[in-house]
């Protein structure tokens, strides 16, 4: 799919950068990128052409409703009814308008949900690293990439270190390809190791991936909810169907005129066929996830919503997650000497001091090693901006280069006189990561990373500028005052360097290293984290700490945060995970709170345990190698400030402010979401089958002259009246009590045992009360009055039965009448829309109805609430037959939880 004879490919970097006008040291200037961006427009794939309104409008024509409704009309027109062909038309027009509008209002939604979640590269402009929206990239920038970013544009490599790049969405090629100097890279290929430094030569649709961007565009998704939802929906219009031949069939016995009965059984078909679903629900979901979206929890498969409601564990990092990831070095261990740093944040300004009193470390000779290894190893940028100190790359570097430009060491200056030319990039498998520099002749290696890896590595140590042979004992010491630096909360990272006399070969660069010391940096826990460790456990998740970092350390946060409630929790390390059998670890699985250093390849084994004990979990991910896990999870979490875009894409959901407390958020609205669904569907299927009862007893005891409803007025009643009314209960907002509840069971039904129980006493009892109001209406005198009483009523019920439906479970008077902020003006809007029809004359005639008095609409009203009373009585006895622990514990075991993996 890649071109072979791509021009740039057989071009010298420095040609390629002389003819896009750039320089690989300063990049382009803004203002000359301005101009770029003007001229080529936006790096962005252009989604191919389509008019959506237009297949939003067309879309209407497919529902099954809007055909019964023509055939409908089609037989008025031909028995002589014209003034009910008139108006099944206009019903006809103003479910296509509305169907319309809710699709396209939940296309919009979806549209502006894609846009939150904003792509950054790293990309020198004006002499300076920054990172700027990856579609404002131009050709002739300069980009700096590492592992984990996508390519954004098509790029010619200028420098890069060990660089592999996995083409396979170009070439379909599973193996990642290993990119030397002078190769070129495409757009959307994946960075899956080393780093590089690349000009842009193509953007956008001039890419090769936007040559065939068209071929690749994904078709919309349908999730397991939708497909649930409709399969209902299809099996209650397949009975109701049924049931309308019946009393088609009956009233043709009977001896009721073809062509009328025709009317009724169609405008039958159209009450009982719950078309509505299918659209609510799809503008429940997309609407309910653009709310989301604003708490931060950006879901990226539909399929998400339902299943953030099953969770039953959350696998967390700590880093950046439960902690701010904003890190300030706080004292050092050099010298067997612990020196304090003070200054916060990334201002580099701040003492070094002993004993309270303030040091130069520039004149110690260990010292100074130490923060030019930190300045050095190192690929963060701080620069003066106009206003502040700015900074790109990651929290822990940025924070050791700010240490040690507030002792005068600044990173550009040391750079200046020192060339770096290799390095050995930090991985969570190795666990540190070396840089060698070039001095004239000279070269040294500096290296960080964790404590005992570092030490592993270390031959000698150095105090006080001489060099000396590392014992057992010194090592005991610098452990020692590990644990003691971890034990108070802090990140510990330890030094070496080393000078290479002999040839420099991959194999010598970390072997026998002189140890220089230790620091200790804060990473204060984020203030709402012990809030939501506690909203976690009273909605019966279990949140479990996976991290990199020192068990003391992990503990200590752990502790602050209110995780770790007592000393029975287990805390286990990657090392004790390696040597556990698979068996031993299934025992235990449920009884660790905290894995420390870890590897991504730890939380693929701890999500199998968990997952075949019957738990559905959701796993947050950063780098590259923790996309696979995230995969794995049953709702993958990715970070959206420091993950990288392959993790991005694998999860179902983005953290845009890598908060922990915004799962517990996205928890709470995937709840209130699949309650809302619950809601609406048992409420239209209640009322669809309302009518159909009342038309089956009908025709069933009385004559076709005295049918209690007429085929036109039920047709009004499902096309205007309930609409509303179930829009406004897809968008009822969470209640204090969601979060307190026990996960929902994936494996339960979507209509329960408790639910089909109330949609069936219901729908029988307003049918019986129409009825009743039917009788008491004397319809042998006045048969229009009659019916217009029971068109009142049902009218009535479905002003006063959505309040009750808000809360399936709980008392309209627990949650409060209007906290619902649509569903007022949804009752507001049935009863002037009723009011209008029943006294317009036009509309008299056409539905064959007349005024009622205020005595008629007290009768009317009085049967309506007494619906609703009743369905408050029956919601209390519901409850004591099946009950809900508000307060649940997970069971211990349960069935496994594979199948209920998000499909991707």
Sequence with gaps: MVKKDNKYAKMKSSSVLKQLGSDEKTGLTEKEAEKRLLRHGPNELKEKRRNVSLKIFSRQFTNLMFWVLFAAAVTSYFIGEVLSFWAISFIMAFIVILGFAQEFKAERAMIALKKIVKTTTKVVRDKRVRNIITKDIVPGDILLLETGDKVPADLKILNHIGLK?????????????????????????????????????????????????????????????????????????????????????????????????????????????????????????????????????????????????????????????????????????????????????????????????????????????????????????????????????????????????????????????????????????????????????????????????????????????????????????????????????????????????????????????????????????????????????????????????????????????????????????????????????????????????TRPEHKMRIIKALQKKGHIVAMTGDGINDAPAVKKANIGVAMGIKGTEVTKESADMVLADDNFATIMEAVKGGRTIYGNIRKFTTYLISRNFTEVILIFIGIAFFNFELLPLLGLQILFINSFDEVMPAMALGNEPARKGTMMRKPRDPKEGFLTRRNTTMIITLAALMALTALTIFMISDPFTDITRARTMVFATIVSMVMFIPFSFRALEESVHKIGLFNNKWMLPATVTVALTTILVMYTPITQAALKIVPLSLGDWSICLAAAFAMFIFMEAEKFLLNRKWSRPELPVIPKQAPPAEETKIQK
């Design 165 to 597: 790049v996995d083409e396979a969405s170009l070439t379909g090629e599973s193996e990642p390809v290993r990119k030397s100097r002078e190769d070129l890279l495409f757009a959307s290929t994946n960075i899956v190791q080393g780093k590089c430094t690349a000009v842009v030569f193509s953007t956008g649709m001039d890419t090769e991936i936007g040559k065939i961007a068209e071929m690749i565009q994904e078709e919309k998704e349908v999730t397991p909810l939708q497909r649930k939802v409709s399969w209902l929906a299809k099996l209650l219009a397949a009975v109701a169907l049924t049931v309308c031949i019946l009393i088609f069939m009956t009233g043709m016995v009977k001896g009721a005129p073809l062509a009328s009965m025709l009317v009724v059984a169609l405008a039958l078909a159209v009450a009982a066929v719950p078309e509505g679903l299918p659209l609510t629900l799809t503008v429940t979901l997309s609407l309910g996830m653009h709310r989301m979206a604003r708490s931060n929890a950006v879901i990226r498969r539909m399929a998400a919503v339902e299943t953030l409601g099953s969770t039953t564990v959350v696998c967390t990092d700590k880093t950046g997650t439960m902690t701010k990831n904003e890190m300030t070095v706080e004292r050092l261990f050099v010298n067997d000497t612990t020196v304090g740093v003070t200054g916060v944040g990334y201002k580099p300004e701040g003492e070094f001091i002993i004993s309270e009193q303030q040091i130069d470390p520039k004149k110690d000779r260990t010292t100074s090693t130490m923060l030019k290894a930190a300045a050095l190893c190192n690929n963060a940028y701080l620069f003066k901006g106009e206003k502040d100190w700015e900074t790109v790359g990651d929290p822990t570097e940025i924070a050791l280069i700010v240490m040690a430009a507030k002792a005068g060491e600044w990173k550009d200056s040391l750079e200046e006189r020192n060339k770096r030319i290799e390095e050995l990039i930090f991985t969570s498998e190795r666990r540190m990561m070396s840089c060698v520099y070039e001095s004239g002749k000279i070269k040294h290696v500096f290296a960080k990373g964790a404590p005992e890896t570092i030490l592993e590595r270390c031959k000698y140590i150095e105090k006080n500028g001489k060099r000396q042979k590392m014992t057992k004992k010194e090592k005991d010491v610098i452990m020692k005052m590990n644990d003691k630096f971890a034990g108070d909360a802090l990140r510990v990272l330890g030094f070496a360097y080393k000078k290479i006399v002999s040839s420099l070969t991959p194999e010598n660069i970390e072997r026998d290293l002189v140890f220089l010391g230790l620091t200790g940096m804060i990473d204060p826990p984020r203030e709402e984290m012990k809030d939501a460790i506690s909203t976690c456990r009273g909605a019966g998740i279990r949140p479990v700490m996976i991290t990199g970092d020192n068990q003391h350390t992990a503990k200590a946060i752990a502790k602050q945060i209110g995780m770790l409630e007592d000393e029975k929790q287990k805390i286990i390390t990657g090392t004790e995970l390696d040597e556990m059998k698979e068996s031993e670890f299934d025992k235990i699985v449920e009884e660790i709170t905290i894995y420390a250093r």
